[in-house]
């Protein structure tokens, strides 16, 4: 049973460029949350997708957009990048039914120069 | 404004012995806490959790104890072994009792090294 997998592992872009994260969610599971979590920081909520809409949003700008596919996949893309925006990008899914238990992929690291 | 917090970034402890992680939370919306585990290289693995129903819970080696009155949770690892040694982070939400999943708020974390 394949878990959370995202892609790329790593990633070096420049200040400017725009960027697309993926993330295949663990079988069964219908929604995918995106955290960013940035060095000696504990993850940040980013957003929510269920049913192919954003649920939920947290504090990030409108440079933060995504996307789910209808097989519960998920985008992540950032426009204009800012060297603030290096962090690692983690990507969690879990099922409505369940309560609240969230399994995270191994992440994409993400360097802006 | 950190809603869950973490006040000690690293702890040491020996081999066999009991570790006590703690985790601190203002928020008294919150009604569910998980802690996960994380290694270098790899995303947060989920540990234990408890509802704000509980005062404890229970996995192995692994315990949860929830004070709600001091807005209060730590875990109890025992015994301790080498192979625990990595970063440890509570997270706090609202439960969503088969609605959407609600979004987790992150301690910053603790870094646990187990000495053989």
């Known amino acids: 049973d394949a878990g959370v997998t995202q892609s790329p592992t790593h990633l070096i872009k420049t200040r400017g460029q725009q960027v697309t994260l993926r993330c295949s969610p663990k079988?069964?599971?219908?929604?995918v949350s995106w955290y960013q979590q940035a060095l000696g920081q504990g993850p940040q909520f980013i957003f929510q997708?269920?049913?192919?809409?954003?649920?939920q949003r947290g504090n990030f700008p409108d440079r933060f957009s995504g996307h789910q596919f209808p097989n519960y996949s998920s985008e992540l893309n950032v426009n204009a990048l800012l060297l603030g925006d290096s962090a690692l990008y983690l990507c969690?899914?879990?099922?409505?039914?369940?309560?609240?238990?969230?399994?995270f992929g191994a992440g994409t690291r993400l360097s802006v120069l | 404004d950190q809603q869950v917090k973490q006040n000690s970034p690293s702890l040491s402890v020996q081999e066999g012995r009991i570790s006590i992680l703690n985790c601190d939370y203002t928020?008294?919306?919150?009604?569910?806490f998980l802690w996960y585990k994380k290694y270098p290289a790899e995303g947060p693995t989920f540990l234990i959790s408890?509802?704000?129903?509980?005062d404890k819970n229970e996995d192995g080696r692994f315990t949860v104890f929830l004070n709600k009155s001091a807005k209060h949770l730590s875990l109890h690892i025992v015994p301790s072994q080498p192979g625990d040694s990595a970063v440890y982070f509570c997270?706090?939400?609202?439960?969503?009792?088969?609605?959407?999943?609600?979004?987790?708020?992150f301690g910053t974390g603790t870094l646990l090294a187990v000495q053989p």
């Open positions: 969690a899914s879990s099922y409505r039914g369940l309560i609240n238990i969230q399994y």
């Open positions: 928020n008294s919306m919150f009604d569910y």
């Open positions: 408890i509802s704000s129903i509980k």
């Open positions: 997270a706090a939400t609202m439960a969503s009792y088969g609605g959407a999943t609600n979004k987790l708020i």
């Open positions: 079988s069964g599971h219908d929604t």
């Open positions: 997708y269920y049913e192919e809409e954003e649920r």
